[in-house]
């Protein structure tokens, strides 16, 4: 199956950098450029690609609004938008994951960091970089209570490997890190994820960071880092 790819940035040149590494893959074919978050928008309904990777600082619409109105849309529930930004910020990130994007990563990405995040989002997974991990849990800790740890108890529904799991998730790492750390299978590191957010009920990734963090199974390090 050939992954259907639209390129949503106001930079020419980037784009152009995108489509050339994204098309050396036999996997992967880029069905259109756009400029702005309007456009992004009016082209995904138009070329219905698999995902969209969507700049956030757009002229007229930005990427944020472009993929709210996306994933607000029933008719475009089978794409995923993968945020590709210089700004790794935790109003950014949280904006995002509200708008409804599946995955949030720097432009600082490496080339093939950049093919397998288009890949697991498109798989159905969320996927945050490290950055955007240590900043959505930035602004959970800032949140009055947020240091607090209500829910100790809740991860009793997990096993001894599950909990393993949740932690390295926490950590930023994905489903391929997570795999080459534990000399597992992504197959097998999936599976383990899945059926521990699906415990903790869960219903992104993001939640299941979040969680890892209040229930105290991993903590900040001093300074937010």
């Known amino acids: 199956m050939t992954l259907r790819v639209l390129l949503a940035d106001d930079q020419a040149l ?3 950098a995108f489509r050339t590494l994204l098309e ?31 700049d956030i600082r757009m002229p007229e619409v930005d990427g944020l609004a472009a993929a709210a109105e996306i994933c607000g849309d ?20 949280a904006q995002a994951l509200r708008a409804g994007a599946s995955g ?23 996927l945050l970089s490290p950055a955007a991990t240590r900043a959505l849990v930035a602004r959970f800790l800032a949140m009055p209570e947020g240091g607090a740890l209500p829910d100790k108890g809740r991860l009793d529904v997990l096993t ?33 994820v899945q059926r521990a957010m699906t415990k903790l009920q869960a219903r992104d990734r993001a939640q299941l960071v979040v969680i890892a963090y209040r229930t105290g199974l991993v903590r900040a390090e001093p300074g937010g880092g």
Do not use: W
Request: with cysteine.
């Open 104 to 126: 949030f990563v720097g432009k600082g990405i490496g080339a093939d960091d950049l093919l397998d995040a288009v890949r697991t989002v498109a798989g159905g997974d969320t």
């Open 14 to 16: 980037l784009r152009g």
């Open 160 to 192: 001894p490997r599950e909990r393993e799991m949740v932690a390295l998730v926490a950590t930023g790492l994905s489903n391929q890190e997570i795999a080459e750390r534990m000399a597992l299978s992504p197959f097998t590191v999936r599976a383990h």
């Open 24 to 54: 050396t893959c036999d996997d992967i074919t880029v069905v259109g450029e756009a400029a702005d978050g309007r456009e992004a928008a009016r082209m995904t309904r138009a070329l219905r690609p698999d995902v969209v990777v969507m």
């Open 74 to 93: 029933p008719e475009l529930a089978a794409t995923r938008i993968l945020v590709l930004t210089t700004y790794e910020t935790d109003e950014h990130v």
